[in-house]
């Protein structure tokens, strides 16, 4: 359960960091057969080595699952359902800082500067625990929130 707050004269739930992390989960679980059956089509093999030496077929799949977590996530949360499958289930949405939809532009923004979190071993994400908004480092830099419906 998310913490209470206000945006205006509205009362909203601002999503917690664990509700957050089970969204990701569901959402990886729905990616990951995607990247399994291209990484099939072009390797032959669901689950290629690294080489030592980047191959273009091992640049090419980085870059299909890049682009296609990406526009899954920037096309769904910039949507009118304003969430991922996995927000959705869990019944979040993504808005701006007013509590608005977001455009795809602030969702693209918003999936890139989860780059952020990573570069920062992971902690970007814990931030979630210390803010007034429950926002991680990605929400902040993309001015967005994670509220429950």
Not at 41 to 57: K, M, N, S
Not at 87 to 107: P, Y
Not at 115 to 134: A, I, M, P, Q, S
Request: net charge negative; hydrophobic share 45%; aromatic share 12%.
């Amino acid at each position: 359960m998310g913490d209470p707050g206000q945006i205006g004269d509205r009362w909203v739930t601002y999503a917690g960091f664990w509700v957050r992390v089970l969204a990701a989960i569901v959402d990886g679980l729905i990616l990951w057969p995607f990247f399994i059956a291209f990484d099939y089509l072009t390797f032959g093999d669901p689950f290629p080595p690294e080489p030592e030496v980047p191959t273009a077929g091992y640049v090419a799949s980085t870059v299909v699952v890049i682009l296609l977590h990406w526009l899954y996530s920037a096309l769904m949360e910039s949507s009118s359902r304003q969430a991922t499958l996995g927000k959705m289930l869990l019944r979040l949405q993504v808005t701006d800082l007013e509590g608005n939809r977001v455009s795809f532009g602030r969702a693209t923004g918003r999936h890139f500067s989860e780059y952020l979190c990573v570069l920062t071993l992971n902690l970007g994400y814990l931030v979630n625990l210390f803010t007034d908004k429950r926002q991680s480092l990605h929400d902040m830099v993309s001015r967005t929130l994670v509220l429950e419906r």
